[in-house]
């Protein structure tokens, strides 16, 4: 995925500048300094910080749940140190920097408001965004570290303490993006965004640090993230719907009258999840259209707009595959006529019964919710977990049914030699695994290097301030001016505020219209099986690592249990040590790992390891998510069983390859 915030040419677009971005990070802080300055020396005004797991999570690279994920989906920031090499020779107080963080993002935010400082900035003068939004990541990415509650206390603090002291900065980004990438309807999409709003705006008003003629500057710093599918018309709609909702809510609810406050301000990120390994070429146009499907309509048009790489359903992409998404959105910008014009569907009776229809469905999705007691009880609760769930599940039966064609995938699926893959094993990028090693290195060595004292005062009064109704962010950034590392931050508040497991959504999910033919074939096959053995068939659904992304391993748990395994599944981030427990504790026939972070070489032969020196060797572990076909190779010489990738979407096909090979290890024809 990349960005790049160039504004376009202010004749085309006077009065909203169009920022175009590169979401980039990776390896370390230097690499990923390097990146950056060369995506500006090509005219990027902007910048997007992708942070690796351990980071987002609230761990150091030398923690047991860190081990295969240093510098994999982002860069790693474990400290000041970090955070000063991350930015050096970029002046921040002239950049705009939009940072993909939520659970550490009052901590990430203090690393850099103590680097522009160093470097001589006015922590007024800065200007970027934290996306700062935990309530979808108990939905969908799973990068949460503490409850609910606590959670929305730190985003209060940080849009309470923001407003006063960096008022150009948005304090958070509600992101509804991977709410739609786990299953949710255009209505929920909407809805569950809103319901997100509406709980940090009743919080931030009823903590009472913003007083009421400020409310409007809240409401005006406050943005978001979507996301856009290859529905056209139904994207385009979504967000006109959007921009109408957010104007209702924001004036009845809140009073706010300055409709400049009320404009709804939000960027977009094309549907990565969307795109498809098979025939990944036809990736492009997908991107294209939905690039069209946030840029046409001028009054709901985005403000900012990034690209994923045609091949990132393969891999990490190469700086040339991020090129041309960065060249895509700068002909539409600078050589077409599309940004000259009013809003060309104003009026269309099509467009305005969509909008409705979409509206209709949001508000009674919202009222729902809010009776619940709103976003945080409903998390709690499980409900919207569950609903989402069972939306992919059934956008899943539909692309198997052939209801919903997916070109390439299970329509016209016949195909040439692609010349974009000619490279082989190079066709993406990699990361050397020295780079985790190097990062260990570097945080023992910079704990040696402190003032050890200085960092246990500064982390006692966090934990004395986490303890009353104190705003956090001046404790946190004394934190961050001490050396205090991310891991030991995240700590200081899990031994105040506890951990959380969110709920999986899986028990509470449905499926409907699933019970053709094949599955019942297969459920005979389960059955038959299990009766062979003398006991139900049980598999174990496992995530290991900091890998969030669990709607893959979710629709898994949910597909098995409808053939009718017995599904044991807890959830995100366990340790290959934890799921081997689990594993000869219940007894399972088979397990089951998902992983798209790239860790796979690291975490999946821990566990087959961990299950043989458990004298649970016969266990057959399977193996899910983003795997190149030479890591594919790797993994089944480490005794994995079968690999499946994007393009083995038909999950009754996997179930009956599953009964295969419990069968296979028991000697059953």
């Not at 006109?240 to 300055?258: C, M, P, S």
Request: aromatic share 6%; glycine share 8%; hydrophobic share 40%.
């Amino acid at each position: 995925m990349w960005e790049v915030a160039v504004p376009y040419p202010a004749d085309r677009e006077r009065d909203r500048p169009w920022v175009m971005r590169t979401y980039a990070g990776h390896s370390s802080a230097a690499a990923s300094n390097a990146l950056y300055r060369r995506n500006l020396a090509k005219g990027q005004t902007g910048l997007s910080v992708a942070f690796d797991l351990p980071t987002q999570t609230g761990y150091d690279p030398d923690d047991e749940l860190a081990k295969g994920e240093v510098g994999k989906v982002g860069v790693p920031i474990s400290h000041l140190g970090d955070m000063r090499q991350l930015f050096d020779q970029i002046p921040l107080g002239g950049a705009n920097t939009s940072m993909t963080i939520n659970a550490t993002a009052m901590w990430l935010l203090a690393l850099y408001v103590t680097v522009a400082e160093e470097q001589g900035a006015d922590p007024s003068a800065l200007a970027g965004t934290t996306q700062n939004d935990i309530i979808k990541e108990y939905l969908s990415r799973g990068t949460y570290v503490f409850p609910p509650g606590p959670s929305l206390r730190l985003i209060t603090d940080m849009v309470a303490w923001t407003v006063s002291n960096v008022p150009k900065w948005n304090p958070i980004n509600i992101c509804s993006y991977h709410l739609q990438e786990v299953g949710a309807t255009p209505a929920q999409e909407v809805a569950y965004a809103m319901c997100t709003a509406i709980a940090v705006l009743d919080s931030v008003r009823d903590s009472g640090q913003v007083p009421q003629e400020k409310f409007g500057d809240v409401v005006a710093r406050i943005s978001f993230f979507v996301n856009a599918g290859v529905r056209f018309i139904e994207e385009m709609c979504k967000m006109r719907a959007f921009a109408q909702l957010w104007d209702e809510i924001t004036r009845e609810r809140y009073g706010v009258e300055n409709p400049k406050h009320r404009r709804f301000r939000y960027g977009v990120q094309v549907n990565s999840l969307g795109l498809t390994e098979a025939q990944p070429e036809n990736n492009v146009q997908r991107i294209v259209l939905e690039m069209l499907a946030v840029s046409l309509s001028r009054n709901a048009r985005a403000r900012a707009i990034q690209l994923p790489a045609w091949n990132e359903a393969l891999g990490l992409p190469r700086p040339w595959d991020q090129q041309w998404a960065l060249r895509m959105q700068q002909v539409l910008a600078y050589e077409t006529d599309l940004l000259e014009y009013e809003d060309i569907f104003d009026g269309s009776p099509v467009i305005e019964a969509k909008v409705n229809e979409i509206l209709a469905g949001a508000r009674e999705e919202i009222d729902r919710v809010q009776a619940m007691g709103g976003a945080v009880a409903a998390v709690e609760s499980g409900y919207m977990k569950s609903q989402l769930v069972s939306s992919l599940a059934d956008r899943r039966r539909r692309v198997e049914s052939g209801e919903e064609v997916v070109v390439g995938v299970n329509k016209f699926d016949t195909t040439e030699p692609s010349p974009l893959q000619a490279e082989g094993a190079n066709a993406i990028e990699t990361i050397d695994p020295i780079v985790e090693m190097h990062a260990v290195e570097a945080i023992q060595q910079w704990r040696a290097n402190r003032d050890n004292s200085a960092v246990e005062a500064a982390l006692d009064a966090l934990r004395e301030a986490a303890k009353t109704d104190q705003n956090l962010v001046e404790v946190t950034l004394a934190c961050a001016r001490a050396g205090v590392t991310t891991g030991e931050w995240s700590q200081a508040l899990r031994e105040t505020f506890g951990e959380y497991r969110a709920p999986t959504g899986v028990s509470g999910a449905s499926a409907s219209g699933e019970a053709g033919s094949e599955i019942a074939r297969v459920r005979d096959r389960v059955r038959s099986t299990g009766d062979d053995l003398g006991e139900r068939l049980r598999m174990l659904v496992g995530k290991p690592g900091l890998d969030g992304h669990s709607n893959g391993a979710e629709q898994v748990a949910v597909r098995a249990r409808d053939v009718g395994f017995e599904v044991v599944y807890q959830g995100i981030r366990l340790t290959p040590s934890q799921i081997v427990a689990a594993a000869v504790q219940e007894d399972v026939h088979v397990v089951g790992l998902s992983i798209l972070s790239g860790s796979h070489l690291e975490v999946v032969p821990a566990v087959v390891d961990g299950l043989r020196a458990a004298g649970a060797g016969d266990i057959p572990v399977i193996v899910g998510g983003i795997i190149p076909p030479d890591d594919a190779a790797k993994l089944r010489e480490r005794g994995v069983a079968r690999v499946f990738t994007p393009k083995d979407y038909e999950l009754t096909e996997i179930m009956d390859e599953i009964v295969t090979v419990i069968r296979e290890v028991h000697g059953l024809s």
